[in-house]
């Protein structure tokens, strides 16, 4: 503690009186301090950390505190803080334990006048204590700092003898060589189990080593690079050895070698990984495809690499020394000076495409600049090509409909944004719609469905001007945009179009067009295109609730026509059917309304196969299961097409349940019994019966015996039992229809 500084004394006290006659007696002799008491231990270890005291002067008991236990705290937060024991009374036994337990003096409160000596004595002592052991402290860090380094020094120290023995190595040495000292003293390099490799790769000569001139002439060694290969296990390290000689005065030859050697073979590694790179660098630039070229900053030709010299512009002897504003055209030039020099300026990759006319043609280039020394830059230039004509194809099938050709709904909505702020008004928007699409996918199928979509689609376009845009915005959905065009003109187009479906239908009447058209025009700009989209699909969907049914009865129509086409390869299967289907009915009481339908039922039951595959139909091996499924989806082909006829509406029931059987493992529903509607029940038994007698691409004719013994077979199985007894019996009397005309007053059959 400096001269005059005040000291902070903190007294363990419970008497306050007690601890002012203690610093009282400490004034007396001339100390100066700040005092703080305390009672408890919460406030001690307060006291410690906050009031910082210079020493301690503690009663040895408190009511709930004591001087030993103050001690040991004491201690514990600050091992060179002098503490005074101040007590009433102690004994030789007491005094000895608070000394024992690091009491520096003890007084007794009758002899105070010893406290400020104590006091004074006990800090000397403690600071006296503290230097000692701090500068113990330094010198143990001190060795250790210098063993450290001595241990951690990555240069191997050898020394040697005048003989070239070895006396000593320290532990980076034994590191290095993998050897310990006890392996290596007393011998020489040369006897070491170690091979010792050049630089170039070849081994010294056995019994030569590189630092022999050291100590054979006296001679220092400086930077020689040796390798040093264990012959036990193979490793290999490389070392930089130097050499010094160690003279007794007066003497020519030295009688010690000092020599140090450090590990480079990471270096070593380094410098053939960077030979490797160089290389495979020269190796890449000769195989990629890329140009590369080497730039100053004025944009001068340094060097040239192309493997393929035709995408050049012009040949690589004409181009080196000179400038690209020399030699390419002003704009490519110019983009590449600016690339340069920002590349300079930033530090940064720049890039940037062109199109060049060159030996192949003219092609797409990606050019990136990269700064590459001072002045210098390199650029990498790729042919891009064939990139940017698949880019360009993308974006063709991101804004136009796959399967039409047409433009796509994202197209049709940005141009009505575009139009909408023009000077193109009045603006006309056309929406159509293909009626009737879901009924052919649902019963020809989806590729016959695409083919009326691409018809529709060129008719559309054939019927519409150059400046239209006309794009397929939904599955049977059309729209165009008619920009300069009034409400006449819009119709007069609309006219065209009606007429050229009108004349589609003529020279196509296996599956005829019907378009519903809807059409509204904006006159003056400002008019919400969206609305007027809106207002054209309303009058489109009128349009299509006023000729809706008349186009699915034309499409059912054609669907009917290719069924009768059908029917003339199995030659009047459907004739035949009808006629022995009215006998039987008229014969089991059917009602004039059920045998109405049973005579429809008769003639369009096999409705559903116009969407049967012909391979599958006219197959004539027996079916896989595979394509069993195709032909038992028949029976719900039909109904989803009579039902879209008014016509055949009535037996579309029927038509779906004309192959379930008596026993219910018929199809699609699994009915059994008496659920399945009675005309089905006939026609299953007739439909059966004239399968069996008449030829088949599949199967030869039965004769009628073998057809009846067949049919009485499945009697209650696959056939209604009572059907089969009526329909055997008109076999067996063959009576004429007329003969059994139906009663109209009858309930009907179940």
């Given at each position: 503690m400096t001269e005059g500084a005040a000291l902070r004394v903190l007294f363990v006290e419970d008497f306050a009186y007690d601890a002012e006659l203690a610093a009282l007696e400490l004034r007396r002799e001339g100390l100066v301090f700040?005092?703080?008491?305390?009672?408890?231990?919460?406030?001690?270890?307060?006291?410690?950390?906050?009031?910082?005291?210079?020493?301690?002067?503690?009663?040895?008991?408190?009511?709930?505190?004591?001087?030993?236990?103050?001690?040991?705290?004491?201690?514990?937060?600050?091992?060179?803080?002098p503490f005074i024991i101040l007590t009433g009374s102690m004994n030789e036994e007491t005094a000895v334990e608070c000394m024992k337990a690091g009491a520096d003096d003890y007084v007794i409160k009758e002899h105070l006048t010893r406290l400020p000596f104590a006091v004074r004595g006990a800090m000397e002592r403690k600071k006296a204590e503290k230097a000692r052991q701090e500068a113990e402290i330094t010198l143990r860090e001190s060795e250790a700092k210098h063993r450290t380094l001595f241990e951690t020094m990555k240069q191997g120290v050898i020394y040697?003898?005048?003989?070239?023995?070895?006396?000593?190595?320290?532990?980076?040495?034994?590191?290095?060589?993998?050897?310990?000292?006890?392996?290596?003293?007393?011998?020489?390099?040369t006897e070491l189990d170690l091979r010792l490799i050049r630089e170039d790769g070849t081994d010294f000569p056995p019994g030569l080593h590189p630092l022999q001139e050291a100590w054979e002439k006296g001679i220092e060694v400086q930077d020689l690079v040796v390798g040093i290969s264990s012959r036990s296990d193979g490793r290999l390290i490389w070392a930089n050895f130097n050499a010094v000689p160690l003279f007794r005065p007066g003497e020519p030859v030295p009688y010690q070698v000092y020599s140090t050697f450090e590990d480079i073979t990471g270096r070593k590694q380094a410098e053939e990984a960077l030979r490797r790179s160089e290389a495979l660098k020269s190796s890449i630039i000769e195989a990629i495809p890329d140009v590369i070229i080497r730039y100053d900053r004025k944009g001068t030709y340094l060097d040239i690499f192309a493997r393929e010299k035709e995408k050049l512009y012009?040949?690589?002897?004409?181009?080196?020394?000179?400038?690209?504003?020399?030699?390419?055209?002003?704009?490519?030039?110019?983009?590449?000076?600016?690339?340069?020099?920002s590349a300079l300026l930033t530090g940064r990759l720049q890039s940037m495409e062109y199109e060049l006319a060159t030996v192949a043609g003219v092609l797409d280039f990606e050019a990136r600049f990269c700064a590459s020394g001072p002045g210098e830059v390199v650029a990498c230039i790729r042919d891009v090509t064939e990139r940017k004509r698949y880019e360009q194809q993308l974006k063709h099938l991101s804004l136009h409909d796959q399967l039409t050709g047409l433009y796509n709904r994202t197209y049709f909505e940005e141009a009505m944004e575009r139009l909408s702020k023009s000077r193109e008004y009045p603006i006309t928007i056309i929406s159509l719609d293909l009626d009737g699409l879901k009924l052919i996918n649902d019963t020809v199928g989806h590729s016959k469905g695409d083919e009326t979509l691409v018809n529709c689609a060129r008719l559309l376009r054939q019927s519409l001007r150059s400046a239209d845009v006309l794009a397929r915005i939904g599955?049977?959905?059309?729209?165009?945009?008619?920009?300069?065009?009034?409400?006449?003109?819009?119709?007069?187009?609309?006219?065209?179009?009606?007429?050229?479906?009108?004349?589609?239908?003529?020279?196509?009447?296996?599956?005829?067009?019907?378009?519903?058209v809807g059409v509204a025009t904006a006159r003056k700009k400002g008019?919400?295109?969206?609305?007027?989209?809106?207002?054209?699909?309303?009058?489109?969907?009128?349009?299509?609730?006023?000729?809706?049914?008349?186009?699915?009865?034309?499409?059912?129509?054609?669907?009917?026509?290719?069924?009768?086409?059908?029917?003339?390869?199995?030659?009047?299967?459907?004739?035949?059917?009808?006629?022995?289907?009215?006998?039987?009915?008229?014969?089991?009481?059917?009602?004039?309304?059920?045998?109405?339908?049973?005579?429809?039922?008769?003639?369009?039951?096999?409705?559903?196969?116009?969407?049967?595959?012909?391979?599958?139909?006219?197959?004539?091996?027996?079916?896989?299961?595979?394509?069993?499924?195709?032909?038992?989806?028949?029976?719900?082909?039909?109904?989803?097409?009579?039902?879209?006829s008014p016509e055949l509406a009535e037996v579309a029931d029927l038509i779906l349940k004309h192959h379930e059987h008596w026993d219910g493992k018929g199809y699609p529903l699994g009915l059994?019994?008496?659920?399945?509607?009675?005309?089905?029940?006939?026609?299953?038994?007739?439909?059966?019966?004239?399968?069996?007698?008449?030829?088949?691409?599949?199967?030869?004719?039965?004769?009628?015996?073998?057809?009846?013994?067949?049919?009485?077979?499945?009697a209650g199985s696959q056939f209604d039992p009572e059907m089969v007894d009526i329909f055997l019996a008109v076999l067996e009397q063959g009576c004429p229809g007329d003969q059994l005309a139906p009663n109209p007053d009858k309930k009907p059959v179940n």
């Open positions: 700040e005092a703080r008491r305390v009672e408890t231990e919460e406030e001690f270890l307060q006291a410690l950390a906050e009031f910082d005291p210079s020493v301690v002067i503690s009663d040895y008991s408190l009511p709930s505190f004591d001087g030993m236990q103050a001690l040991r705290l004491s201690r514990e937060k600050a091992p060179f803080l040697q003898d005048g003989e070239g023995r070895i006396v000593s190595a320290n532990p980076a040495a034994e590191r290095i060589l993998d050897l310990s000292l006890a392996q290596m003293r007393g011998l020489k390099f012009f040949p690589s002897h004409q181009l080196l020394g000179k400038t690209v504003k020399e030699v390419l055209p002003t704009e490519v030039a110019s983009g590449i000076m600016d690339c340069l020099d599955g049977d959905e059309f729209a165009a945009i008619l920009p300069k065009t009034d409400a006449a003109a819009a119709e007069a187009i609309c006219q065209r179009i009606r007429e050229r479906v009108q004349e589609y239908n003529i020279l196509n009447r296996d599956l005829p067009l019907s378009v519903s008019e919400s295109l969206v609305r007027l989209l809106k207002q054209a699909d309303d009058l489109m969907y009128r349009d299509k609730l006023y000729r809706g049914a008349s186009a699915r009865s034309k499409i059912v129509e054609s669907l009917l026509a290719a069924l009768a086409e059908r029917d003339f390869v199995t030659e009047g299967h459907t004739r035949r059917v009808a006629k022995l289907c009215q006998k039987v009915g008229e014969k089991a009481g059917l009602t004039s309304r059920q045998l109405a339908n049973l005579s429809l039922l008769s003639q369009v039951h096999d409705l559903g196969k116009v969407g049967i595959p012909d391979k599958v139909l006219f197959k004539p091996e027996p079916l896989n299961e595979e394509e069993w499924q195709v032909m038992r989806l028949h029976p719900e082909k039909g109904y989803r097409v009579a039902l879209s059994k019994g008496r659920s399945i509607p009675v005309e089905c029940r006939i026609m299953a038994i007739v439909d059966a019966y004239d399968a069996m007698t008449n030829d088949r691409v599949y199967n030869k004719a039965r004769s009628r015996e073998e057809a009846i013994a067949e049919i009485r077979r499945c």
